[in-house]
């Protein structure tokens, strides 16, 4: 018998319309209070079962694992990541010889709140974002090895910067199978080093393989600005497409090898390209104007949470504003939000502000988004965190 949450009167609505979380606002009463990662049913205010999830002290007190009232057990998880998996079958990224790094599990998006797992070539790694997946990550890994029929050669738990800290929880990241620390994987034919242990989030932002490509038919005999470029994914692309010329610019020195390194792995030593570590933002504005054709902007997510939603607008305003001045007429802009904060609304609002700024013609060309991998769970729109704009502007 789990404890139980008991929610305050017409506080179910909105898990009547299935989303998965509950904020702690919303809870009346507990019949015993739970400890963090606990599972726990959650009753309506009349005491009826309505879902059951992981309890976690904070604003989100509970991550809806299921709507049923079902064991949540080995074969439950089991089910769950074997559904996550066949997905990526459908999707033709299981055995795929172009493209081995994907996204298996995706959070609420794989009806797994607070789990994500990524597959590099061989390795899978995990990061919990929450107690209750950091609780399950042994079990996850006894199941991704069924799945994946013993042919993984490393599981690496990364859960340390995700998973919430408490005195209870000493977390480390650690190898759960094997130990490699790095591999070449390949994102339609190009090769990327992945490096999960050093890298930012899981090694590699495999969120931009889609739009990677779309950038490939844009950068013929060009001139390529890739901002905020970590490990060089764009980059590599616009060389792939036929650029002329590519910089590359990051503030972080250690993204900057790391781009070199890809830039190498692909097209050897002698390639138009040239990396600065440097602030986007000023390098932006100390370029030259109409020099270059296409321009790329990725920044890390401006806005974590709401509280930071002005600032990040205006930061989204200052940044497009930059680049759609510089670039040459006709010339390509791929502009990107990665903060889930940051609606589709107020990021087009913010590219609009900044286009009217310049005075210059821009017209939208494609509206990206996260590829098929990063599903977003319709009754969770949160999910879809990814935004894209390629402008074209006169
Ligand atoms: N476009 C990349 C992902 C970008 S992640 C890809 O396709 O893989 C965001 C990157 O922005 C990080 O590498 C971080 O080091 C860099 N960054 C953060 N602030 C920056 C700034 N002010 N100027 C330049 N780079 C910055």
Redesign the pocket.
Known sequence: MHKQIILKPKRDESLKRFHPWIFSGAIAKYTEKPTDGEIVDVLTNDKLFIARGHYQTGSIACRIITFENEEIDEKFWFKRISNAYKLREKLGLVKNEQTTAYRLIHGEGDMLPGLIVDIYGQTAVIQAHSAGMLYERKMICEILNKIYDSKLTAIYDKSSATAPINPDTNVVDEYLLGNKKEDIVLEYGNKFLVNWEEG?KTG??LD?REN?KILEQYTEKSHVLN?????G??SVSALRGGANLVHS????QK?IELTQKNIELNFGKNVNHQTFA????SFIRNAENNFYDVIIL???AFAKHNSALKNAIQAYKRLNAAAIAKIKPNGILFTFSCSQAVDKTSFRNAVFSAAAICKRNVRILHQLTQPADHPVNIYHPEGEYLKGLVLYVE
């Open positions: 930012q590699f932002f931009q990677r901002t905020f470029c970590y490990t994914g764009f610019v990051d503030s972080s993204a440097d602030d986007a933002f990725d920044p890390p």
